[in-house]
């Protein structure tokens, strides 16, 4: 049974920083990633990184998130940095299963709520 823990949320003011992790169990992901989702918003890609450990990066976040993965701990890792109100949301952990062309298995950890006060 595949499951995602994640941890790290919590209030910070502007400038600030906070750390997200998201532990998963039952098996290894191809991909694993933070989206988040604002209110009012749709839910948008924060970061994501594979099993290889190449990263892509939203260009709202870009040189001020940093995404890890400890592959051993089966943990991904969201470091976010010069924290902005804009980036208040509740993020969501994901990790993928991919198994072909077009074909990616999706699984959502339960959310964290980040806010930046101003």
């Known amino acids: 049974q595949v499951r995602l823990v994640e941890s790290g949320g919590g209030l910070v003011q502007a400038g600030g920083s906070l750390r997200l992790s998201c532990a998963a169990s039952g098996r290894i992901f191809n991909v694993m990633g933070w989206y988040r989702q604002g209110p009012g918003k749709q839910r948008e890609l924060v970061a994501d990184?594979?099993?290889?450990?190449?990263?892509n990066y939203a260009a709202s976040v870009k040189g001020r998130f940093t995404i890890s993965r400890d592959n051993a701990k089966n943990t991904v890792y969201l470091q976010m940095d010069s924290l902005k109100p804009e980036d208040t949301a509740v993020y969501y952990c994901?990790?993928?299963?991919?198994?072909?062309?077009?074909?990616?298995?999706?699984?959502w950890g339960q959310g964290t709520q980040v806010t930046v006060s101003s």
């Open positions: 990184i594979t099993d290889g450990d190449s990263t």
């Open positions: 994901n990790a993928a299963l991919l198994s072909g062309p077009g074909r990616r298995f999706n699984y």
